[in-house]
Nanobody
Framework: QVQVVESGGGLVQAGGSLRLSCAAS????????FGWYRQAPGKQREWVAG???????NYADSVKGRFTISRDNTKKTVYLQMNSLKPEDTAVYYCNADLLNTYWGQGTQVTVSS
């Protein structure tokens, strides 16, 4: 079982920045791919960004150019740097770790005020 814990959410004004962290408790962290997802009130969870074990990144069109996903295998942590935040980025942000199974964190709330 892998524990995934997100942190770094909060309240920020539009145009501001936040950095989310996702820590995963596994001795084989470097073998995992990771994804960030978000779920706004009344909406389905949507994929935001992903990073492979090789460090290849992908982004949803809605965040491309504003968000950056990265990983630090020595710290067993994945980051989501979010810049130029918009009110529509408001959501609970979830991280998942994927190898043979997929493990989800509990989420962290991001609120962007206009």
């Amino acid at each position: 079982q892998v524990q995934v814990v997100e942190s770094g959410g909060g309240l920020v004004q539009a145009g501001g920045s936040l950095r989310l962290s996702c820590a995963a408790s596994t001795t084989t962290f470097s073998a995992y791919g990771f994804g960030w997802y978000r779920q706004a009130p009344g909406k389905q969870r949507e994929w935001v960004a992903g990073i492979s074990k090789a460090g290849i990144t992908n982004y949803a069109d809605s965040v491309k150019g504003r968000f950056t996903i990265s990983r630090d295998n020595t710290k067993k942590t994945v980051y989501l740097q979010m810049n130029s935040l918009k009110p529509e980025d408001t959501a609970v942000y979830y991280c998942n770790a994927d190898l043979l199974n997929t493990y989800w964190g509990q989420g962290t709330q991001v609120t962007v005020s206009s």
